[in-house]
């Protein structure tokens, strides 16, 4: 099989990496290893380029790197991705497909298809279902709708207002709060009260309940 196209591989699962570079060298391709100590030592390993299809997983090496984040650069360089990851979160297959991922193909299925889906994303052929794209998509743009209505309420907060917020979140009461600010009590007071009413709620617990219940984080 003679194809003008180079396969990097960045997988910091040294065996799996190792047999599939096996595989696809015997089918003629040339085949290089990420160096994964790093984001630019990863772009220089690969030198991405047009001609170069990269398997990418997407939880790399140590301190973990994801994986999402590298597709845009490799696009930006015509570089193709195929996701080969373990992954179960399909937000984030759809995220490494928003990206510009090609396809994916999960660790967990049998070798005989990673190695059928490559060789086709050599070939130039499709190595995702329109429909399963649209599907992920959809699930991606509905999931990003349901966190900024959860958000919503906590986008009104003044700083100060999440400033008191975070501290309550941490079992900090008005009093202390206010002795280590150097401000009245009734300032923090009054703070708490903007953060409840914002928040529709009728308490300091519930506030911070509601806070923990939509993962929102301050700033």
Do not use: N
Request: include cysteine; proline fraction near 3%.
């Amino acid at each position: 099989m003679t194809v003008q196209q180079r396969i990097g591989i960045a997988e910091d699962h040294l065996l799996l990496a190792q047999s599939v570079g096996f595989a696809l060298r015997a089918e003629g391709l040339h085949v290089a290893t990420a160096d994964l100590t790093g984001e630019d030592p990863f772009f220089d390993s690969l030198r991405p380029g047009p001609d170069l299809l990269v398997l990418l997983d997407l939880d790399l090496g140590e301190p973990l790197v994801d994986g999402v984040r590298l597709i845009p650069r490799l696009r930006a360089h015509a570089a193709r991705v195929l996701v080969v990851s373990g992954t179960t979160d399909r937000l984030r297959i759809a995220a490494a497909i928003e990206a510009g991922a090609i396809g994916y193909v999960a660790k967990h299925k049998a070798f005989d298809l990673l190695l059928k889906r490559v060789l086709q994303a050599v070939r130039g052929e499709k190595v995702l279902d329109d429909c399963e794209r649209h599907e992920l998509l959809r699930a991606l743009r509905l999931s990003r709708q349901e966190t900024e209505r959860r958000m919503a309420p906590f986008q009104q907060l003044t700083p100060k207002e999440s400033l008191v917020l975070d501290e309550l979140a941490h079992g900090k009461s008005v009093e202390s709060i206010a002795s280590e600010w150097v401000v009245s009590e009734a300032t923090v007071r009054t703070q708490v009260r903007g953060v409840l009413t914002k928040l529709d709620v009728r308490s300091q617990l519930a506030a911070v309940a509601k806070a923990r219940a939509a993962g929102w984080r301050s700033s």
